[in-house]
């Protein structure tokens, strides 16, 4: 099965903190994203990005930046966290060709911003 | 507004009984629809996709979509207390490539023995 691994699982910062959260995936797929989950939200894309080098603006990716830096990595930036920014975060891949185009989830990043 | 909705919020069936759950687009765009599963403490799974009208069964789910009116079920027969979950339904513009995926809120279903 894909596999896809974020770090850490659990960050607690101060608000005006710096936060990058980190993923990889082993699956050669094109496609990651970022997603948020919120109670009453369900799953909220922030970023995604089709390759290297590559970054598209997701639904709601105000106070994030996001970089691909190669095909396996991609890492969530939020430069100057604020309280409404803690959530449980999501990082998935998909591989983007093919008619059945499935997301694979990591296990997620829980971040508290204090 | 939400562009996908789910219901019920929240639903409970004994082990062995029938879990239906529904979901809707408001947006004519979203032709393509999965479930996703997810778990406590992990990341969502895919269960099913399905993108054209009627039913799909895989094992113990069926899915049934009607595309007129933009809706999809998720039926669980015979379930167990390992189907107790976040259920999404998810749904997309596109069958392949970019697949950016619109979330409803979820259905978090409860089997007890």
């Known amino acids: 099965e894909a596999a896809v691994t974020q770090s850490p699982r659990n960050k607690v910062t101060v608000t005006g903190g710096n936060v990058t959260l980190s993923c990889r995936q082993t699956?050669?797929?094109?496609?990651m994203y970022w997603y948020r989950q919120d109670t009453g939200h369900g799953l909220r894309l922030i970023h995604y990005?089709?390759?290297?080098?590559?970054?598209q603006i997701g639904d709601v990716p105000d106070g994030y930046k996001a970089t691909r830096t190669t095909q396996e990595d991609f890492f969530l930036l939020l430069e100057l966290a604020s309280p409404s920014q803690t959530s449980l975060y999501f990082c998935?891949?998909?591989?983007?060709?093919?008619?059945?185009?499935?997301?694979?989830f990591g296990a997620g990043t829980r971040l508290s911003v204090l | 507004q939400q562009k996908v909705q789910q219901s019920p919020e929240s639903l409970s069936v004994p082990e062995g009984g029938m879990a239906s759950l529904n979901c809707t687009s408001s947006?004519?765009?979203?032709?393509y629809f999965w479930w996703y599963r997810q778990h406590s403490g992990e990341g969502p799974k895919a269960l099913m996709?399905?993108?054209?009208?009627g039913d799909k069964k895989e094992g113990r789910f069926t899915a049934h979509l009607n595309k007129a009116s933009l809706h999809v079920s998720l039926h669980i027969r015979d379930s167990q207390p390992s189907d107790s979950a976040l259920y999404f339904c998810?749904?997309?513009?596109?069958?392949?490539?970019?697949?950016?995926?619109?979330f409803g809120k979820g259905t978090v279903l409860l089997v007890s023995p």
């Open positions: 998810a749904a997309s513009e596109h069958d392949s490539g970019y697949n950016k995926l619109t």
């Open positions: 947006d004519r765009n979203f032709q």
């Open positions: 998935a891949s998909s591989d983007g060709g093919g008619r059945v185009n499935t997301l694979y």
């Open positions: 996709s399905i993108f054209s009208d």
């Open positions: 990005s089709y390759g290297a080098g590559n970054l």
């Open positions: 699956n050669s797929h094109n496609y």
